[in-house]
């Protein structure tokens, strides 16, 4: 039997971006596979990963609760969570959590990057008493032990005879497992209109077009300054999001914060309530998104706010005009909410550009449709 430090040890060997690579890396995604939608792995058993982010729904979460789809319902299907389920889809290009030269925190998993990586944001939910709720890693290498199948690919792919010998070596390597699973072209495959527009393979109709000019313009709007990773626009490969993290004034979610326990006086305070951060300037910031399946993967912002895509963007023009009735959000009829976090809001990013009539919102929101992959955009038709 291998020693805990030697299974560690071998486990950290194995390159997340190698499953494409042929051999024995791609044992690892397929062993992540059946863990993604191992719903054993919950304390009632009624819960998976695949649960909330379900991959037919964009690796978001389609059931409805009590707060409709803002937030998911956990494994007693009685605790409501305070944000909304991300999708998983083009997660692997986030890149570590770190703070860089000039003092921005970027990268990381969830909404304010507790989650250094994919392997460790895997073990998050499966002991979050509101999600999976195990009560221990002992639990974990328990249930895994149970199922024959589970304990065969822990033995064929990470060497681990006996799980239940060191449980934080079995869920080392589970976690491990459920990365590369995110990390394979399931997740991530290119392939939406706006790919193949770059291939060469279609045109985009005029709105889209418009809707790409606007997106990518330095003088219209200043979406990319935000939702765009690569350094010139249009290149291949490009996940719509720099992983920095803004406060861009989202309003509190009444509807949840009425149901999941909260209270009135509590504050999502986004990456200040990463444990590794303390400074208050960071207060309300969370993680820019990527735009990738945009269009089917609402309702949006970190808690899920706003149901439409077009509310979206009529939001962010509230920074960028001072007619009246551009600041009625259209899915209640009121003004939007002021900020949950009324402090360190980015308006260096949201007051750069001129107030955008509706030929170019829905422009905009016709090119955000665009970066719907393949097999989603069925639900474009809906």
Same mark, same amino acid.
């Given at each position: 039997m291998m020693s805990r430090s030697l299974v560690l040890a071998v486990i950290a060997l194995w390159p997340l971006q190698a499953s494409a690579q042929e051999g024995p890396v791609n044992l690892w995604a397929d062993w992540g596979e059946t863990l993604f939608h191992d719903t054993e792995l919950s304390q009632n058993g009624s819960q998976s990963c695949a649960t909330c982010h379900d991959p037919s729904f964009a690796f978001t979460d389609p059931r409805e609760s009590e707060a409709g789809k803002a937030v998911s319902l956990g494994d007693d299907f009685e605790s409501l969570g305070d944000r909304n389920a991300p999708t998983l889809g083009y997660t692997s290009f986030s890149p570590d959590f770190a703070m860089d030269a000039s003092g921005i925190y970027r990268g990381g998993q969830f909404h304010d990057g507790r989650a250094r990586d994919l392997a460790e944001q895997a073990r998050g939910p499966l002991f979050n008493p509101v999600e999976m $709720?195990?009560?221990?890693?002992? %639990?974990?290498?328990?249930?895994?032990?149970?199922?024959?199948?589970? &304990?065969?690919? $822990?033995?064929?792919?990470?060497? %681990?005879?006996?799980?239940?010998?060191?449980?934080?070596?079995?869920? &080392?390597a589970a976690t491990k497992a459920l990365a590369e699973f995110q990390s394979t072209e399931d997740f991530a495959p290119f392939d939406s209109r706006y790919d193949r527009f770059l291939r060469g393979e279609i045109e985009l109709t005029d709105e889209e077009e418009l809707g790409r000019i606007l997106f990518f313009s330095q003088q219209f709007t200043n979406c990319n300054q935000c939702h765009q990773l690569r350094a010139t626009p249009g290149e291949a490969g490009e996940t719509f999001s720099n992983y920095e993290y803004h406060n861009i004034g989202v309003p509190v979610n009444a509807a949840v914060r009425g149901r999941n326990g909260k209270g009135e006086g509590f504050l999502d305070r986004g990456l200040l309530d990463n444990p590794a951060i303390t400074d208050p300037a960071q207060a309300g910031k969370f993680?820019?998104?990527?735009?990738?399946?945009?269009?089917?993967?609402?309702?949006?912002?970190?808690?899920?706010?706003?149901?439409?895509?077009?509310t979206v963007i009529l939001f962010y023009n509230i920074y960028n005009t001072k007619r009246p009735e551009r600041h009625i959000n259209p899915e209640t009829g009121a003004p939007f909410a002021p900020p949950e976090i009324a402090q360190n809001i980015s308006l260096d990013k949201l007051e750069m550009g001129p107030a955008l009539d509706d030929q170019r919102i829905d422009a905009l929101v016709a090119f955000l449709r665009t970066l719907t992959d393949a097999r989603y955009e069925h639900f474009l038709e809906e």
């Open positions: $709720a195990l009560p221990s890693p002992e %639990i974990f290498a328990q249930r895994l032990a149970q199922n024959p199948d589970q &304990a065969r690919m $822990a033995r064929e792919v990470a060497g %681990i005879a006996d799980l239940e010998a060191d449980p934080e070596a079995t869920l &080392a993680k820019v998104p990527t735009l990738r399946n945009v269009a089917v993967t609402g309702p949006y912002m970190h808690n899920g706010v706003f149901s439409d895509l077009r």
